[in-house]
């Protein structure tokens, strides 16, 4: 509400002027080299996958599927998922929280520490969790001397996990926390909310939006991790297979069916996020305009 | 509730906000804090909430110090210059929010506290728009759900911040006129932070003028205008216009000729004459009076304004005439004002 005057930001499609419009061969020329190219890159793919998933008929991809490594191996990401995408909400929340609405020494850095599981490759971030808990790592003797095992294990996965996808939830709320300020909070407070309650019943719902975008995204990266998860796995089967490095096994063990019948579960998750996203737009795209626009 | 501000100081990173800043407000009183941006009237009203802490010095609700005690206890109600109005919730659900946060046996049940909102609603002439949300009313609508939902809590202070800046001037004033009428209705000591003068000296039983975080002066709106206590008051509410001078022999003189104003009580050496342009006598002859060539004469309004260059320093001086007065034609004027006040020179 930073100009309750001004009603909504609504982009002028009708009124554009003729000034910025190109011409029509320029928009078809445009248009085309898109679609082409998202054919190309993401579509094709997407189709090859599922084709080649059911390339043994219906039968072959379901018995792919119920094979005992494979079903594990979802368990494993399920799990995964269910621990890290958790975490990574309390996490990003708290995080939003402070550098929006606290001034503070070195919030610049915090800001960027948060950006750093996206600018590091995730190879390298798998890698940090050996050196620290690997046998040789800063903390290796010790674990091995109190009997806890988290590289080549569960532990190490949800670890690496963590790390790879935590900047999603804070860096979709950082931005919608600082736009919407302080003033709500004040007011809830000035009105004898505690503390608890403004965040329940104003921070949290002023979010909601942002926050449900943050943790699908989260999701999707959560269960689809490789790199990071695959150093720190040791790719025991049965054991400490996700999803994808289920795929990569069954793909170099010429198993195409079965590869593409689990990357097909992956696929069908891109899918379901990016419906739900839109489904979600659509009914409540007035309200998620409210909350984040005037 | 009467509420006693006391040797106040803020502090904001070491930053002076507020210096030692005292005031007494009166139960009941509707006051205004006015004064230019960065004065810290602002920063005043926060401390009162509770918002802000103080660095020193203290807030006297009645007898009781508030200046520990957190904004929830303080039990004030605040109006947000954006409002902050909760934008997912109905209008009713924003003015039933105090109560429905309350504990136990505080808190009214759910038919009471929609009983309470609609009859809040009643009051700012809203109802019917129990349903909506604030992103479907108007500027000023908002501005009246704020003001309802702040006295859902029943406050023992109202406190406005800048409560009509982002409406247009029509809405303005009526939204001033109506608060006025609630106020006086509600009896609640009411507090309100404005730039603008005319809101201010219209609405309020008494102004808070302030200045680089310090009041500058307190007083009804004709205390405020017609006896400014500083040359800052002076310049600050309405039009002023002001010249130097030297004071001699209990007289007022510009260069080397008394302009015909008697100063017995000032102190002699060089000084500063304040006064209104609209509050002057146009002389024809001239002796002691100011005279002035005509240097630019503009037309505001229903009042002619000419600007004056005085004796050899050509100062400029601005005068108010009627639009048809004669001496808007002439090249020389003399006049005398006829309100006045010296300051000593700065």
Redesign the interface.
């Known amino acids: 509400?930073?100009?309750?005057?001004i009603?909504?930001y609504e982009p002028h499609h009708e009124s554009r002027s003729a000034a910025v419009t190109e011409s029509r061969p320029v928009r078809i020329t445009l248009t085309t080299v898109t679609l082409v190219f998202l054919g190309i890159f993401l579509l094709l793919p997407l189709i090859i996958v599922f084709k080649e998933a059911f390339a043994k008929g219906v039968g072959a991809y379901f018995q792919s599927l119920g094979d005992a490594d494979t079903r594990s191996a979802i368990r494993l990401t399920l799990l995964v998922a269910a621990i890290s995408v958790p975490l990574n909400l309390v996490f990003g929340l708290s995080a939003a929280w402070a550098i929006a609405k606290f001034e503070f020494k070195g919030k610049a850095f915090l800001t960027t520490l948060i950006d750093l599981p996206f600018s590091v490759s995730p190879v390298i971030s798998g890698l940090v969790y050996v050196l620290l808990f690997g046998a040789q790592g800063l903390l290796g003797e010790w674990l091995k001397a109190h009997g806890i095992q988290i590289l080549f294990a569960v532990p190490g996965i949800v670890l690496a996990t963590v790390f790879v996808t935590f900047p999603f939830v804070a860096r979709e709320l950082i931005p919608l926390m600082q736009e919407q300020g302080n003033?709500?909070e004040?007011?809830?407070?000035?009105?004898?909310?505690?503390g608890w309650?403004a965040f329940w019943?104003?921070t949290l719902?002023?979010v909601k939006w942002g926050l449900l975008y943050g943790v699908l995204l989260c999701n999707a990266r959560a269960m689809g991790e490789f790199g990071a998860v695959s150093v720190v796995s040791g790719h025991i089967r049965g054991l400490t297979n996700t999803m994808p490095l289920h795929v990569e096994i069954l793909y170099n063990e010429y198993n195409a069916v079965g590869a593409f019948a689990v990357a097909s579960l992956l696929a069908g998750l891109a899918l379901v996020t990016l419906v739900l996203k839109t489904l979600l737009e659509m009914r409540y795209g007035a309200?998620i305009a409210?909350?984040r626009g005037? | 509730m009467e509420v006693r501000v006391v040797n106040v100081r803020k502090e904001f990173e070491r930053f002076p906000a507020l210096h030692d800043v005292s005031l007494d407000i009166k139960s009941g009183e509707l006051i205004a804090l006015l004064g230019p941006s960065g004065s810290g009237k602002t920063t005043l009203l926060r401390l009162i909430a509770g918002l802000e802490r103080p660095t020193k010095g203290a807030i006297f609700f009645g007898e009781e110090d508030a200046s520990q005690k957190s904004i929830q206890e303080r039990n004030v109600g605040f109006v947000f210059q954006h409002y902050a109005l909760f934008r997912h919730m109905t209008v009713a659900d924003n003015i039933g929010f105090g109560l429905k946060v309350r504990h136990g046996a505080a808190r009214p049940s759910s038919q009471e506290i929609r009983r309470r909102a609609l009859e809040l609603l009643d009051l700012v002439q809203l109802s019917g728009l129990e349903k909506r949300y604030p992103a479907q009313l108007s500027g000023g609508q908002r501005q009246r759900v704020a003001l309802a939902r702040a006295m859902a809590i029943e406050p023992k202070v109202l406190l406005l911040d800048e409560p009509f800046g982002a409406l247009d001037a029509q809405v303005r004033r009526e939204l001033r006129r109506w608060l006025r009428e609630i106020h006086d209705r509600t009896g609640h000591t009411t507090v309100f932070v404005t730039h603008d003068q005319e809101e201010a000296l219209e609405l309020a039983d008494r102004v808070v003028v302030m200045s680089q975080g310090r009041i500058e002066q307190v007083g009804t709106a004709d205390d405020i205008y017609d006896t400014p206590n500083s040359p800052f008051v002076y310049s600050f509410i309405g039009e002023s216009s002001s010249l130097p001078v030297k004071v001699e022999n209990g007289e007022v003189w510009i260069a080397d000729r008394p302009i015909g104003l008697e100063a017995p009580h000032a102190p002699p050496g060089e000084a500063v004459l304040y006064f209104r342009p609209h509050d002057v006598d146009l002389l024809d002859g001239c002796s002691g009076c100011i005279a002035g060539t005509v240097a630019a004469s503009r037309r505001v309004a229903g009042t002619r304004r000419v600007e004056l260059e005085i004796g050899g320093e050509r100062q400029r001086v601005e005068i108010e005439l009627p639009v048809d007065h004669p001496a808007a034609q002439k090249s020389r004027v003399a006049f005398r004002p006829r309100r006045w006040k010296l300051f000593p020179k700065a």
């Open positions: 509400m930073a100009d309750p005057e009603k909504s003033g709500d004040e007011a809830a407070l000035s009105l004898g909310a505690s309650q019943y104003v719902p002023n309200e409210a909350t005037h």
